[in-house]
């Protein structure tokens, strides 16, 4: 039996109303995590053409106070715009967590470690920092990351748990500072930044694929990486890689790459 007239009006109608109300929670939430006391940002993470790229996507109003850059400044986030917001000695922090969440494995895992941050006025603070990789929409290698750090109370801060926890994350970033790598790490760095597979570089150091293979899972290893990508991220954002522009790829060699 087809619906009448009525009945269709009836379903509209509850149809609205179901809209309303899901407008109203929308904006409850999004009031909510605007000025929820924590700074909130939303990135597109993902590497091209040797080059590691973030492009913001949504930040809260908390974060623009607490740091002092508008979301014109903070649209035009890259690596280095990122380690203005870090104290210089906690971007080794940032790194591992990038690492860790870039693993496809860690898809949906969530990192967390106290770091300073430069507040507007040009000082540096504790906060906590969360982090979570979310799975993409497609296959084109970008990948969104929640971000969410919360300032430190005067209380957390005298804390003796967070305290504890806070120089645990200063030996990590001691420990990853102090690795030592000798020429052949660096020339194994600078090639993966410029996209050269395991077959590329040997090819390039003139040496046994195997040999090759080898000194790159050690390297791997040492810096607590798992891929080619990670080494090329390392590389770009630890000063290592030169400017991927002007790199001078040999096309014939490149073929290698895998």
């Not at 035009?76 to 591992?96: E, G, I, R």
């Not at 040997?202 to 046994?208: C, G, L, S, W, Y």
């Not at 791997?220 to 954002?237: F, N, R, V, W």
Request: a neutral charge; charged letters at 30%.
């Amino acid at each position: 039996m087809s619906k009448t007239s009525l009945e269709y009006q009836a379903e509209n109608a509850k149809l609205k109303a179901k809209v309303k109300v899901l407008e109203k929670e929308n904006a409850f939430y999004k009031d909510l995590i605007s000025n929820f006391p924590g700074m909130i940002f939303v990135t597109e993470n993902w590497f091209e053409h040797g080059k590691y790229c973030v492009k913001l996507d949504y930040s809260n109003d908390f974060a623009h106070t607490v740091t002092g850059h508008s979301r014109e400044d903070c649209r035009n986030m890259d690596v280095d715009f990122a380690k203005t917001l870090l104290h210089p000695d906690d971007y080794t922090v940032s790194q591992q967590s990038f690492n860790f969440l870039s693993q496809e494995k860690n898809t949906g895992k969530p990192f967390a470690g106290p770091y300073r941050f430069k507040l507007a006025n040009g000082e540096y603070a504790w906060g906590l920092g969360c982090e979570k990789s979310m799975k993409p929409d497609d296959d084109n290698g970008h990948r969104k990351f929640a971000n969410c750090v919360i300032p430190f109370t005067e209380e957390m801060h005298n804390d003796e748990q967070i305290q504890t926890l806070i120089a645990r994350s200063r030996k990590k970033a001691n420990e990853a500072k102090d690795k030592k790598m000798n020429e052949k790490d660096l020339e194994i760095l600078k090639y993966a930044a410029k996209g050269y597979g395991i077959k590329g570089i040997a090819a390039i150091m003139k040496e046994k694929i195997k040999t090759t293979a080898s000194r790159i899972s050690r390297l791997e290893t040492k810096l607590g990486l798992c891929s080619m990508t990670d080494l090329a991220i390392y590389a770009h954002t630890h000063g290592i890689a030169d400017n991927p522009e002007n790199c001078d790829k040999d096309t014939t060699t490149r073929n290698y790459n895998i």
